[in-house]
């Protein structure tokens, strides 16, 4: 009985609560606002968080979940003046043809892929695409990271090794500079960003669908065309080129990486004391960065938006000492006739609890409509996670019951006989 009775006086709160809404429109809506916009930007940053999360482990495991990488510099975060002191990477030897040759005759390896991008500008006709990210890469490209094919074919060994001037595009590129036309056979003019603007021509012979993620965008035109191509007819040079490593399988990708880098010294003639002159990076590495870095973005982004909260909080401070001062004549009947100060003090934490309620539940929905527009217009498959939901809720609530406390202790406190003669 008694646990019905405090049920009751729960939804008596949340009626007396609606009526002190209603009849002060303006304040309310001011507080609900208020947590609205906090609740808003809580749940709007965590889909678009989750949603990038999402998109980001998708793309790394696209690669397969044992391929590495090799890279001339190591991804690293400190600082750098430009000294050899601070900036020792900066020394490293670029990565050769021939080094990756070698590496892929290692027992423990199934391929090694060479590959390195680069900013161009790509035309047909009267076509012109100014910034294309065009990437040149080994023949062995399908078995390292699988393209979806839509039309025609990738290059072969042979037009590799022989650096013809073919090129497999995406989707994005083939209908901005093709339309409703046939790509397939259509010659395009390729020109370095950099360095040389002379411009070569190159054959279209495949169209492959680019998977929109957040790393790579869901609009971006892209070139891909065998990495000899990209030196011999762009003439771009070789200082940024790295590798994709593949285990064969049944190997370790630990024991994969051992083998890789002591070939890569000794190849270098490192001796052991000495630092490795070039950076080994898992997948995981690359998601532990990408976490540090959007880490700390959305601790940020909470504490901004926890501002909202803050001023929802400070509305429901004033509305609810504003609501016991009207309400004074009323509180002292109530204790007249038998309710108590935990009765009062509950009635007041329930209307304080439903104005917040109110201002999560309308943050909540524009949130949640909000992530569904993202997650149709951009690569980012924005979803709102059921944690988000939780704590959005129980924020409101907790920011009800610790701003409402206040008023609530106020109103429990009133003498009765001083609150009936109130006018």
């Given at each position: 009985?008694r646990?019905?009775?405090?049920?009751?006086?729960?939804?008596?709160?949340?009626?007396?609560?609606?009526?002190?809404?209603?009849?002060n429109?303006?304040?309310?809506?001011?507080?609900?606002l208020?947590v609205?916009?906090?609740?808003?930007?809580?749940?709007?940053?965590?889909?678009?968080?989750?949603?990038?999360?999402?998109?980001?482990?998708?793309?790394?495991?696209?690669?397969?979940?044992?391929?590495?990488?090799?890279?001339?510099?190591?991804?690293?975060?400190?600082?750098?003046?430009?000294?050899?002191d601070?900036?020792?990477?900066?020394?490293?030897?670029?990565?050769?043809f021939?080094?990756?040759?070698?590496?892929s005759r290692?027992?423990?390896?199934?391929?090694?892929?060479?590959?390195?991008?680069?900013?161009?500008?790509?035309?047909?006709?009267?076509?012109?695409?100014?910034?294309?990210?065009?990437?040149?890469?080994?023949?062995?490209?399908?078995?390292?990271t699988?393209?979806?094919?839509?039309?025609?074919?990738?290059?072969?060994?042979?037009?590799?090794?022989?650096?013809?001037?073919?090129?497999?595009?995406?989707?994005?590129?083939?209908?901005?500079?093709?339309?409703?036309?046939?790509?397939?056979?259509?010659e395009?003019?390729?020109?370095?960003?950099?360095?040389?603007?002379?411009?070569?021509?190159?054959?279209?012979?495949g169209v492959?669908?680019?998977?929109?993620?957040?790393?790579?965008?869901?609009e971006?035109?892209?070139?891909?065309?065998?990495?000899?191509?990209?030196?011999r007819?762009?003439?771009?040079?070789?200082?940024?080129?790295?590798?994709?490593?593949?285990p064969?399988?049944?190997?370790?990708?630990?024991?994969?990486?051992?083998?890789?880098?002591?070939?890569?010294?000794a190849?270098?003639?490192?001796?052991?004391?000495?630092?490795?002159?070039?950076?080994?990076?898992?997948?995981a590495?690359?998601?532990?960065?990408?976490?540090?870095?959007?880490?700390?973005?959305?601790?940020?982004?909470?504490?901004?938006?926890?501002?909202?909260?803050?001023?929802?909080?400070?509305?429901?401070?004033?509305?609810?000492?504003?609501?016991?001062?009207?309400?004074?004549?009323?509180?002292?009947?109530?204790?007249?006739?038998?309710?108590?100060?935990?009765?009062?003090?509950?009635?007041?934490?329930?209307?304080?609890?439903t104005?917040?309620?109110?201002?999560?539940?309308i943050?909540?929905?524009?949130?949640?409509?909000?992530?569904?527009?993202?997650?149709?217009?951009t690569?980012?498959?924005?979803?709102?996670?059921?944690l988000?939901?939780?704590?959005?809720?129980?924020?409101?609530?907790?920011?009800?019951i610790?701003?409402?406390?206040?008023?609530?202790?106020?109103?429990?406190?009133?003498?009765?006989?001083?609150?009936l003669?109130?006018?």
């Amino acid at each position: 009985m008694r646990l019905w009775a405090q049920i009751k006086m729960s939804f008596e709160g949340v009626g007396i609560a609606l009526d002190a809404m209603r009849a002060n429109k303006v304040r309310a809506g001011l507080t609900i606002l208020g947590v609205a916009v906090g609740v808003f930007v809580v749940v709007l940053i965590s889909a678009a968080v989750h949603g990038i999360n999402a998109s980001v482990a998708k793309q790394f495991e696209s690669a397969g979940p044992t391929t590495f990488f090799v890279q001339r510099f190591p991804i690293t975060f400190e600082a750098c003046d430009g000294t050899g002191d601070t900036c020792k990477w900066r020394s490293n030897p670029e990565l050769t043809f021939n080094e990756a040759d070698n590496l892929s005759r290692l027992e423990s390896v199934a391929e090694v892929g060479a590959r390195m991008g680069w900013g161009t500008q790509v035309k047909y006709r009267d076509r012109s695409l100014p910034q294309v990210q065009t990437l040149g890469i080994t023949a062995n490209w399908p078995s390292l990271t699988p393209p979806e094919m839509i039309d025609g074919r990738v290059f072969t060994e042979q037009e590799a090794r022989g650096a013809a001037p073919v090129v497999v595009i995406n989707t994005t590129a083939k209908e901005r500079l093709f339309g409703d036309e046939d790509a397939l056979g259509k010659e395009i003019v390729i020109t370095s960003l950099q360095g040389s603007a002379r411009g070569a021509p190159f054959v279209v012979i495949g169209v492959f669908k680019d998977g929109a993620s957040f790393l790579q965008g869901g609009e971006t035109p892209r070139v891909v065309t065998p990495i000899y191509t990209l030196a011999r007819k762009i003439g771009v040079r070789m200082r940024w080129m790295g590798f994709i490593i593949k285990p064969r399988e049944g190997v370790s990708q630990d024991a994969a990486i051992d083998d890789v880098q002591s070939a890569l010294r000794a190849m270098r003639g490192l001796r052991p004391g000495r630092e490795s002159n070039f950076a080994l990076i898992t997948q995981a590495k690359l998601f532990d960065v990408y976490n540090k870095v959007f880490g700390m973005f959305f601790l940020v982004m909470i504490a901004l938006s926890s501002v909202g909260l803050l001023v929802g909080g400070v509305g429901v401070v004033a509305i609810m000492m504003i609501s016991v001062t009207e309400r004074t004549r009323e509180i002292g009947v109530r204790k007249a006739i038998g309710a108590t100060r935990g009765i009062i003090l509950w009635q007041f934490l329930v209307e304080a609890v439903t104005l917040t309620a109110s201002g999560a539940t309308i943050g909540l929905v524009l949130g949640w409509g909000v992530s569904g527009i993202i997650r149709l217009t951009t690569p980012i498959p924005a979803s709102v996670p059921p944690l988000a939901v939780v704590a959005a809720l129980a924020a409101s609530a907790v920011t009800g019951i610790m701003f409402g406390m206040l008023p609530a202790l106020r109103a429990s406190r009133l003498d009765p006989v001083h609150a009936l003669r109130f006018e």
